[in-house]
């Protein structure tokens, strides 16, 4: 039952939404339902026509009684659910398999297979996509003349901090990045001052999901960093900013509203809810490149409901899921994580990868682990502007090594290096 509930909600998804169609791996034998294959192979046919998929255009290629009839595919449609569609489309592959597994081995036990046999059948049943198969002669190919060729760097999406840029070539296309700290460090900032780096050069579209700290407050940082503002002033502006501040507000309001910055607020989305959304602004803007920030891990909720009880299951599944969906969706994604109080009781308070709750499956799968650290947090200096450093602890494909800042803890504003970054 669950199973053809899970084809319908897929083929229902597949027609309010058909940018998915390409996306889900399911191909006609996936499914266990004659009508739903039917609904499918005259889906395909109009999608291979490059025609809008829907309702009615299916009733135009198929014999209705074939597809189920027009109320059938109706109900299809309601069941669209865009944010379940990675999970229902799980159930259908799943139990294709199921069903494949007992078809083998019950032609195994008709025709006495070795075991050798049984376990290369259902190996194979396991790949069941072929969109990753690549070919080493081709790829050789592909790259015989490259120390020939003049190759053009691709940088990834500024981050506003120019040292930071030059250690890590930008944020990079399908990497995970986890930019870590203790409370009150500055990490929502740095958040932010990537977000506007990227929105900055029109060329991104920065995403930000804040599990946490709603969007208004979100917003009000953005426009107290620009503007300079004390950001207890933005509670009250009416009350709180004199004259010459309250100049600045519309340029720093209209400039922060052309960053191009969209911001989900709600609390404990799972990564499937966040892929889906992201997707759709991909979708829907394909002249732009996406930037996903996210603010922060522990408070993303897993796909799978039985691992939110165990830490340590829920962040591995989590931080595997963030860089299948870094991969799929072929842009950067950064996510924001806390540190264990481990940190406070040592003497030399500067993180170290051990710091990282639940440090082992997030150190195997971020391409890129940044440490946040002020030493003005714990010896208070009488000064707004004081050094902010990022230490770039694991870089997969570069040199790790420590870039120094000035931040300016009351307006959260992020300067610029003011000396040479340290590379290890």
């Not at 996936?30 to 739903?36: A, D, K, R």
């Not at 996510?335 to 481990?342: A, G």
């Not at 150190?363 to 940044?370: G, R, S, V």
Request: proline content about 3%.
């Amino acid at each position: 039952m669950a199973e053809n509930l899970a084809e319908q909600s897929v083929l229902g998804t597949m027609l309010e939404h058909n940018y998915l169609i390409n996306e889900s791996g399911i191909v006609l034998d996936h499914f266990e339902s004659g009508v739903h294959k039917n609904i499918y192979s005259r889906l395909m046919e109009v999608y291979q026509e490059k025609r809008s998929v829907d309702v009615i255009t299916l009733l135009t290629v198929a014999d209705p009684q074939e597809v189920g009839g027009a109320n059938y595919l109706t109900q299809l449609a309601a069941m669209s659910n865009e944010s379940k569609f990675e999970t229902h489309v799980s159930v259908v592959l799943d139990s294709w398999k199921e069903r494949k597994k007992r078809n083998v081995l019950q032609l195994a036990l008709n025709e006495n297979w070795t075991n050798e046999k049984v376990s290369t059948a259902l190996s194979e049943i396991a790949v069941n996509k072929s969109s990753d198969l690549k070919s080493v002669f081709t790829l050789c190919t592909e790259i015989a003349d490259k120390p020939w060729e003049k190759v053009i760097v691709q940088k990834g999406a500024p981050t506003g901090i120019d040292a930071l840029d030059e250690m890590i070539g930008g944020l990079q296309k399908a990497e995970l990045a986890i930019i870590a700290g203790r409370p009150s460090m500055g990490k929502t900032d740095i958040l932010l001052k990537f977000a506007t780096a990227a929105g900055a050069t029109k060329k991104y579209i920065p995403t930000l999901f804040s599990l946490e700290m709603p969007a208004e407050k979100l917003n009000d940082r953005l426009i107290a960093s620009y503007a300079g503002y004390n950001r207890i002033k933005m509670r009250d502006p009416y009350n709180l900013m004199d004259d010459k501040q309250k100049e600045k507000w519309y340029p720093a309001v209209g400039y922060v509203s052309e960053l191009g910055i969209v911001i989900h607020d709600d609390a404990g989305q799972k990564v499937s809810e966040i892929k889906a959304k992201s997707r759709r602004i991909q979708k829907e803007n394909p002249e732009k490149e996406l930037v996903i920030l996210i603010d922060y891990l522990t408070l993303i909720k897993s796909d799978d409901s039985s691992l939110n009880n165990n830490m340590h299951l829920k962040v591995g599944s989590i931080t595997k899921a963030l860089k299948a969906m870094a991969k799929e969706l072929n842009c950067p994604v950064v996510v924001l994580s806390q540190l264990s109080r481990e940190v406070e009781k040592r003497q030399d308070k500067r993180p170290m990868m051990s710091d990282l709750r639940e440090s082992g499956s997030i150190e195997e799968d971020a391409d890129l682990i940044a440490f946040i650290y002020r030493d003005s947090y714990y010896n208070p200096v009488n000064n707004p502007l004081v050094d902010l450093d990022i230490i770039v602890a694991k870089q997969r494909n570069g040199p790790t090594g420590t870039v120094t800042t000035e931040y300016n803890k009351y307006t959260g504003d992020v300067k610029h290096a003011k000396r040479e970054a340290i590379v290890n």
